[in-house]
């Protein structure tokens, strides 16, 4: 992925691809793709974009200050400042952000033990855990109205071997070295968060999964 065009279908074919799932409600979430690495140039989500019909131009080129680059009237997404903080941290190469109802709930559910841990499951290969003894803990932040303060707790929090963070009664941001890859973190904290929540529903989380 080199040219700019090409690094805002990447960002349109992901944020369809979180909309088809109803991750993406009443425009929430954004989503980004590292254009360059040195200085930092990223392809974001506009401000207020509905998700599901993007457009070439609904995605902005912005830099390490959060400036846009070019001629648009567009803002890039009010929550560019986590997006920049994470490419800082990990110089991973896309995020996304998501609205989901199953994410909302464990954040509620767990916040006061300020992460979820998971161990025993089998998705967890999926965010690169293969060993069979493997136990992670994706870390909650409280959900900060002051988006600088977001950035930094959501970075703080993040740690490079789970690479999800999820906000309190807001949403989760995933992130990986390629679109595909934030996408399968993604996908992958997503189904366990879902599948977490079923379980405690019926009574059988043992404290092993906790
Ligand atoms: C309508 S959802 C409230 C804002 C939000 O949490 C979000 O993810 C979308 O903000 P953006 O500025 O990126 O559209
Ligand atoms: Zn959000």
Known sequence: MHTFPEQAEAVIALAKFCSDKGWLPAT???LSVKAQAEPLRVAITRSGADKQRLVPA?????????QVMGD???KPSAETSVHIELYRKFNCGSIVHVHTVFNNLMSELYASEGQIEISGHELLKALGHWDEHARIA??????HADLDELGRA???AAQ?????VLVRAHG????GDTPDAARR?????EFLCEYLYRLRLIGGMSDVRK
């Open 138 to 143: 994706i870390p909650i932040v409280p959900n």
């Open 154 to 156: 959501v970075a703080d």
């Open 172 to 175: 989760i941001y995933a992130w």
């Open 58 to 66: 609904d995605i902005l080129l912005i830099d390490e200050d959060m």
């Open 185 to 189: 973190h993604l996908e992958a904290v």
């Open 72 to 74: 648009t009237a567009y």
């Open 28 to 30: 929430s979430g954004n």
């Open 160 to 164: 490079a071997e789970v690479p999800a």
